[in-house]
Structures are given as C-alpha cells and as structure tokens.
C-alpha cells in the first residue's frame, strides 16, 4: 500500500473571501458614484443647452423688436413725396410699445421704448432716434423686465439701436 502525503497550506481557507467581498463592495460604491456624476453632469448640459436656446431666441426677439422700431422710424423717409411738403416724420410713441411675435418667438414678449433728439447741422434738421428693446419670457403685467421673477428658466435680452433723420431746410430729405 502506498501512501500519499497530503499537501496543507499554509494560509487558512477563509481568509480571502473576507477581502473579496469588500474589493467588490467598495468597487459598486465607486461605480455607483461615478454613475450618479454621468447623471448629474448631463442634466446641467441639457439645461444649460435649453437655457442657451431660450437666451438665443430673447436676443432674436429683442433684435426683431429694434428692427420692427427702425421701420416705422425710416418708412415715413421713404413714403414722403417727391416733391414737398416732405412733413411725414415718425414721432416716437409715449410710452413702451409691447410686441408679441409668431412661431418660435411666441413665448417672448418685447418692449420696445423710443426717444428723439433733435439737432440742427449746417443748416439741416437732425432728428436721432434711440431704440431700446428688452425681450423676456415671463413678462409682467405684460411689459419686460421682469424683475421679480424667481424662475429658474427666466431669460431677458437687450438691445439698444440708433439711427437717424436728416432734413434740409426746405423739408427736403438730406
């Protein structure tokens, strides 16, 4: 009969699975926590996407508003007769003129305020018209700006424009 000798170790059998199961817990916590980060990174991207693309279309609206104001500053120029009396000019209203516009713009309402300068220069009749635009998606009492607004996704834009008016003293255009 032969005998076969038996091999022991000298490490005990349990002790690795002790190490084991903290290596794997401690690599969940760290995986769980990376993954909480992913999370919380993409949605402060897709709000500040969405605060970018609301920004945009306020300036849009804000510019739509000055142009709209430099129109019917320069229209009543363009429509005077050929001949005299050449006394079409646009007087800026009193008080801010409320725009709302279509499609994209539609959740955005513009104030637009006007004043007028007049100046003379070698003779001539200067009128300059100061626009200032102000759009915001959360008006109040149906004006912009709004400033008491506490939401998170309020968005104001301004723009302001010049542009001026020039007639010789026999009403003629310059």
């Known amino acids: 009969m032969t005998v076969r000798p038996q091999y022991t170790s000298s490490r005990a059998v349990g002790n690795s699975g002790g190490f084991a199961l903290f290596a794997a817990i401690a690599i969940l916590v760290i995986l769980?926590?990376?993954?909480?980060?992913?999370?919380?990174?993409?949605?402060?991207?897709?709000?500040s996407t969405a605060l970018d693309l609301l920004g945009t279309r306020a300036l849009h609206s804000a510019k739509a508003g000055v142009d709209w104001n430099m129109y019917l500053v320069q229209n009543p120029e363009n429509t005077n007769p050929a001949i005299g009396p050449f006394n079409a000019r646009y007087a800026c209203p009193g008080t801010a003129t409320n725009l709302n516009f279509g499609g994209v713009l539609s959740d955005f309402t513009v104030s637009v305020t006007c004043t007028t300068t007049a100046a003379t220069e070698s003779g001539n009749d200067l009128w300059i018209y100061q626009m200032v635009a102000v759009a915001c998606n959360f008006p109040t009492g149906g004006a912009c700006p709004n400033g008491a607004s506490t939401s998170a996704s309020y968005v104001e834009r301004q723009v302001t424009a010049l542009t001026g008016t020039c007639r010789q003293s026999t009403g003629a255009s310059c």
């Open 32 to 47: 769980a926590a990376l993954g909480a980060f992913v999370v919380s990174v993409t949605g402060l991207r897709d709000q």
